[in-house]
């Protein structure tokens, strides 16, 4: 039975983790067989560092007349995709800066130039909700043209990224140049209007109280009451190193019971994904907490700068789950049916 969310605030400050787990994997297992995880390889190609949205928890931009910005070329992308497929992965996710410099038909000539070269062999998530926001915003255009744009070049995903904390106070603690939470999610509704795909994310672990946490859980769920379009949550926790707003890591226990409460509160989200880019070998004791899916990441430049550590030994890794008990089985990125042909 779904739960409120003072449900959610008692049993976060009073269930053990003995009841979180099973109350967690109750809901898994309305989606999932026990014991099955499934996984991606993946590479965050990370296209320009320019930004001016001047996060305050963000080590890697930079701003756009300081040394040191870039923008790939169509040549520098294309190499970081064939070294992917070396590695034996078929996933990009694009995620850069809020760069004034580059207009809309910068990111749909590159859009449509990785679709052309790799075809359905590759898929990508293109863009977060956040920089969809800004180029939208840039380009005078309303959330349902820029969608179509970008569906048109090719773009079959926009993920939920940029959310961090979805409320309007944290927002304007620490990213009041990232637009507004009423922004975000109207934005994602025309993501998921057009037709693309599109996921839901967290990062826990700045300043947020358990009641934002909470907030962002709720309308997250009332989002996908609404639209059904949230194909999986993935949570992810903050890198301190190097960032203005500095702070401490949170440990990775408090981590595990949030991915048991977001698997128990978000009762119509078919997937829960734990972080290996931000808790490396601990994220896979979070699969006994109702996770269900993850990345293994080979390059993410944001995280990194922030402290994140990625381990290349793929196998290696894959070991840990199952010396868990779990099966883990590689997932291909779903092509939407309405754009399929
Ligand atoms: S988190 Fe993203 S939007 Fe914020 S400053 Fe960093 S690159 Fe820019």
Known sequence: MRISVDEARALWNEASDEELIGRANEVRDRFHAPKRATYMVMRIINYTNVCVAQCDYCAFYVLPNQDGGYILSREDVFAKIDELVEFGGDLVAFNGGFNPRLPIDYYCDLFAA????????????ALTIAEFVFLADRAGLTYAEAAARLRDAGVHWVTGGGSEILTEDFRKRHAKWKYTVRDYFEAQRAIVESGMKTTATMVIGFDETLDERLEHLQRTRDFQDETGGLFSFLCWTYKP??????GREIAPREYWRHIALSRIFLDNIPHIRTSVLTQNEGAFRAL??????????IEDEVTQKAGARIDLDLEGL?????????EVEYRRAERPAVLAS
Do not use: H
């Open 318 to 326: 894959l070991a840990i789950p199952r010396s868990l008990g779990y």
């Open 114 to 125: 990785v679709r052309e070269r790799y075809g359905n062999r590759v898929e990508f998530y």
């Open 288 to 297: 006994d907490y109702g996770a269900d899916d993850f990345d293994l990441p």
């Open 241 to 246: 190193y190097g960032t203005a707003f500095g």
